[in-house]
């Protein structure tokens, strides 16, 4: 198999930037775009006045820097290798160490759904630690504490706006537990990025084929187009055939942090049938996918035997996949998840390779109707629990959020979370705060998903149209980035994060002042804006008319409005 | 001219019913959606339990009655026209009052695109008042009081949901300036609503035509698509040829309130130049559009010549139409605004047909940067003062509301309204929560307005995906409502508006029993939800699979959990 380079269209009139560490010899990358000249008409000639570059977060990786060509067959630059390397604490392994990932490799039959290249695993050395969290504690400043710090700050600095970030802070903030940079030392193709509530609100999209859908090269696709779109993590929710390659082609071009939930795949393992499961197969399927590069792990640890009659109980029982697989494997056996007994192993496992751990909430609601009842807030006090154990491992935690919560319920959820789990970052599916537009439900979550990141969400988990209906396809998963891209980016003006109104305030001056094609370039989908604008505009093609077709020349408001102020600035008013 | 008749299609498994008045002969039409009977094995015998019908709110007026095949060129059926009738304070005019009518209906020309029926205006005898207002305060409940009070408890009644709301608290809230129930004797083809606070959040639709667009037929099928998807009440923003014309295609067959800036034609009459505005053209406007049967004129009466200078220190101005007109005209004339010093002599025609005041915010700030400024409170301030002198005409009044506010911003413009405003029900648009995303100011405004309408804001005005770029088409208008559906219905649930949940629900506990139907048919939209279930199951298209393609057979929490509490309910757990 071959895939195909992936094209994604270059944003207009933009260019990729890499701005220097100081502490360490790192490129951060940033898109700058760049804006054309605000024109006056002064004493009957035509003056130029130039809008600044705006520079704006980038999540699409090398993808859009022309000076690279990414090769899906070959997978992304490795730059963040020597950054592991140099720290010494890590080696690489002759061979993968789980028996499954071994016998797959074993097998000729995959020899052609196989990603071509093979990198032998690195681990942490015999009784060493290599989490973010275990260098933050012990004072250390890593070079992807200062990327991040980069990253967060665009050009701040430049454009003389205060800051609270920098590279001491992020160690700060890793260090308390209240910031997490998922950087597995398996995944150097990753960019280094921070999720915490003291940072600019991320959002993690979700891809993954399941037994009646898409393949190998649909899910690439699909995680490249979501990074280009603006996701800043991203889950591989496989649970069809071929996990294990599937995620090996897309972690290798994979420019964001990735996570999967692991129980699917060791469901997989055992032909899907639940008491089959065992802490063994489990384990090995961590220790697979540590080596393969996964970044984070959504493990439902907090699902205990006891919670079963709550669920009973429920309007929508219990929606959540890795959930109700551990509560039936609980009910079944009659004994207390493996997960939960095992979680100081699956610790002592994660903080060779850093992973982090995503605490799932398995008993987030599936409908307004079961929002913050007993079952969702128990598991969130366990979480808090399994939290602090996590912490002793030095393993960096996110804590899981709902699901489906009436607007005048979702600050509960973040106060409950914020005392409960020690302002451990707050990782939210939505909320949706109804339950009556299927098919709309983008929506009806980026409303849940804005309220919460404003109270302090660190990151907002997608949710494309399709959601309850079918897996997303290309499109959805560019509607669903771009609503939660907004929902972060509202966020982060609620919050006024250092920086986050430059873009709006830019994008406003170039709409009042009729630069259309500033407008669309300032957006988060220049290529929609522009279509949509010149659909209605095939009569009357002009590219820099002082108005549009919603008012017609005669009743633009803006343009009104500047004659108004000229004359108020000529002292006419 | 004739438009061929506008086949919208029925809803799904629904049916029209209409539930007879106690104190009026009046029928309150609502939607009932039938629901398919959970289905059980027990013992191994399939066993079918029953779900409740559902009563849903309905705004598509006669369009989906069956029983009623409506003509679009002779207009909807004129149920109120009675009520307004016996009341025995109208009385019919032997001719339209307004000279421009009069000309419009003496042109020869216009033959061909002119409404074939012709109405005779009605008009309060000389002396009297004829709001709800008016009656409201008299202590009098009117057939329109109770026509609303019906359709907002909807089956609360046999559902055994307590309500507050009666024919007598409406006539209260009517009376007090909380609620607003539009509705110009000179329309009877609408169906009563009402909007304040304590109600159902409403959602107003804009169309209309501009220089560079659309004609008659287009606007109508507008009018009638957005009822059909949900919208509560409609404003004709027409600013191209022939708007009187237009008008009244919409009015006649519009089941809605419909409202309009009475300024845009006012200044087409004038050929577009503003300067050459007068109290005479305007005044004679008005009356024009009274005695079509417009319910409530946006009248940005707030705009006051001292505001110029602050417009002038804005990022983006003044971005309102009628505003800026405004403006511009004080500028120019050096005067006070007629609109202002006018303001008890526009009351007394109001208050003849019964049309609301919609005090307009000129002064909305047109970006997040803008948001909550001087010029935009001040003008709030002013809308105050005109509150309490409409009131002292008995004219119903709503308060416009912005615009492009960051959520961190929202709470203290309804505080403020409420309080400068007197509790004069706040209508707002949106608002945007962010300037960033032009082709999706849907969602960046279903998330201001959710909140918005959270605290108690009674009516949102719907931005479409093509706003700031182009005028809407069909699909843009349904895709608009279906987001302020959202934003409404969110915000009604946390409020806990009597009954809100009921569909919420239903839903979900079709959702987790796999009748995949009901999901569709108590949808917002059916059609889209069932397309999208249907777009991936091209491979395995049964049609209630206990699954979807999202997690595939193997993986669903729903049914992996039904099967644990079956587990439960046996005691097993």
């Known amino acids: 198999m071959k895939i195909e380079n992936i094209n994604v269209s270059s944003y207009p009139n933009s260019e990729k930037i890499y701005v220097d560490g100081k502490l360490f010899p790192i490129r951060v990358a940033m898109r700058r775009i760049r804006q054309y000249p605000t024109v006056r008409i002064e004493d009957g000639k035509r003056v130029e006045y130039p809008n600044d570059d705006i520079t704006v977060y980038d999540t699409s990786g090398p993808y859009t820097d022309p000076a690279v060509t990414p090769d899906i067959n070959k997978g992304l630059p490795r730059d963040r290798e020597q950054w592991v390397e140099q720290r010494g604490d890590t ?42 969290m275990h260098y933050a504690r012990k004072g250390i400043i890593t070079a992807e504490m200062e990327y991040v710090a980069i990253r967060e700050n665009l050009d701040n600095e430049a454009r003389g706006i205060e800051t609270y970030i920098t590279p001491e802070f992020v160690r700060q903030e890793v260090a308390a537990g209240r910031a997490v940079i998922a950087s597995n030392i398996n995944h150097p193709e990753a ?119 709550l669920v009973a109980q429920r309007l929508t029982g219990c929606v959540s996949r890795g959930g109700s697989i551990m509560m039936q494997w ?145 499109n959805d998963v560019r509607e669903g980035v771009i609503a939660y891209k907004i929902a972060a980016h509202a966020a982060d003006l609620a919050k006024g994060f250092p920086g986050a109104r430059v873009r709006d305030d830019a994008l406003s001056k170039a709409r009042f002042e009729f630069r259309w094609k500033d407008q669309f370039n300032l957006s988060l989908d220049p290529e929609k804006a522009r279509r949509f604008y010149l659909e209605s505009r095939r009569e009357a093609p002009e590219a820099d008319d002082r108005f549009c077709t919603m008012c017609g020349p005669n009743f633009c408001a803006m343009r009104i409005s500047q004659n108004v102020s000229e004359k108020c600035h000529e002292n006419e008013c």
Chains 1, 2 share one sequence.
């Open 330 to 474: 609980c009910v079944e056996h009659n004994e207390e998840s493996f997960l939960y007994t095992h979680f100081d192993e699956i610790c002592e496992i994660l903080n060779k390779y850093d992973v982090a751990v995503s605490l799932g909430d398995g008993m987030r609601p599936g409908s307004t109707h079961d929002a913050n009842d007993r079952a969702q807030f128990l598991e969130l006090e366990v979480l808090g629990r399994l939290t602090r154990q996590a912490w002793e491992h030095d393993v960096q935690v996110l804590i899981e959020g709902p699901g489906h919560v009436p607007m005048n319920k979702i600050p509960a959820n973040m106060d409950k979370e914020k005392k409960d789990c020690l302002d451990a970052p707050f990782y939210t599916l939505g909320p949706l705060t109804t339950d009556i537009a299927p098919a709309y439900d983008h929506i009806t979550s980026a409303i849940g998903a804005a309220i919460i990141s404003s109270l302090g969400t660190a990151m907002i988990c997608y949710v494309t149209p399709k959601e309850h209906l079918s897996l997303p396809n290309l």
């Open 191 to 309: 960019e280094p990025m921070v999720i915490g509530s003291a940072f600019a609100v991320k959002l993690n999209t979700n891809i993954g084929n399941s037994a009646l859908s898409s393949g190998i090269e649909e899910e690439v696709r699909k995680a490249v187009w979501s990074c280009y779109w603006g996701g800043d993590t991203l889950m591989d929710l496989s649970s069809g055939d071929n996990i294990h390659e599937t995620r090996e082609w897309i972690i290798r071009n994979c420019p964001v942090p990735m996570g999967t939930v692991p129980i699917y795949q060791a469901l997989e393992k055992v032909n899907g049938v639940v008491k089959d499961l065992s802490w063994e197969i489990y384990r090995d399927t961590l220790i697979e996918q540590c080596e393969q590069g996964v970044d984070y792990f959504t493990i439902h640890a907090g699902v205990l035997r006891e919670q079963a009659p």
């Open 91 to 132: 080696g690489r392994l002759d061979d993968i160490t789980s028996e499954y990932g071994r016998s797959r490799r074993a097998m000729r039959s995959l020899d052609d759904i196989r990603f071509p290249v093979f990198h032998r695993p690195r681990r942490a050395r015999e009784g060493r630690r290599v989490t973010q």
